[in-house]
Antibody
């Protein structure tokens, strides 16, 4: 069974940092691009970032560019999202998701259960 | 950025009804559109990719169509488990963008 397990969420102060992890199992992790998508309380889905299968290319939403860094360690089947300079508007449930094929074009066919990030003083 | 606009924002329907949700892109995205279903407290679930490709295990009462800028998700005969929020997502180019969601409620 393909599974994605996020961790690292929690409470952070404005301006602070958190590092989210997403561990994959049941798939050839190094073959797939991966994304983070977030959902603020009571709001819709917002794409955050995508990394290519090799890790060589990354893409970011304007709202997080320059503050968040997406990386992956294919030897550990793990995706990382380093979040710096956190703001109140970063408060959300963060989901990691596998892109079905390629870097885009297709949907995200496997999702983790989500990890909650709260930014507050 | 490509803006995705869903309509309606919410809809009330009964079990057995046929429901259609529309998604419009601010510019052409060919057929690179996905549909998701999300239930409260749960992760989204991919229903359809590439506008009309039904995912394995998704009931055949779900169907998708469209290309360019206009897309539809149709549920042919609503079942109790279909009451949820539905999102479209363009996968044509970065930044990836989602529609605002359509909440499907029981009448």
């Amino acid at each position: 069974e393909v599974q994605l397990l996020e961790s690292g969420g929690g409470l952070a102060q404005p301006g602070g940092s958190l590092r989210l992890s997403c561990e994959a199992s049941g798939l050839t992790f190094s073959s797939y691009a991966m994304s983070w998508v977030r959902q603020a309380p009571g709001k819709g889905l917002e794409w955050v970032s995508t990394v290519s299968a090799s890790g060589g290319r990354t893409y970011y939403a304007d709202s997080v560019k320059g503050r968040f860094t997406l990386s992956r360690d294919n030897s550990k089947n793990t995706l990382y999202l380093q979040m710096n300079s956190l703001r109140a508007e970063d408060t959300a449930v963060y989901y990691c998701a596998k892109i079905q094929r390629g870097e885009n074009y297709y949907g995200m066919d496997v999702w983790g259960q989500g990890t909650t990030v709260a930014v507050s003083s | 950025d490509i803006q995705m606009t869903q309509s309606p924002s919410s809809v009330s329907a009964s079990v057995g009804d046929r429901v259609t949700i529309t998604c419009r892109a601010s510019q052409g995205i060919r057929s690179w559109l996905a549909w998701y279903q999300q239930k409260p407290g749960k992760a989204p679930k991919l229903l359809i990719s590439a506008a009309s490709s039904l995912q394995t295990g998704v009931p055949s009462r779900f169907s998708g169509s469209g290309s360019g800028t206009d897309f539809t998700l149709t549920i042919s005969s609503l079942q109790p488990e279909d009451f949820a929020t539905y999102y479209c997502q363009q996968a044509n180019s970065f930044p990836i963008t989602f529609g605002q969601g359509t909440r499907l409620e029981i009448k």
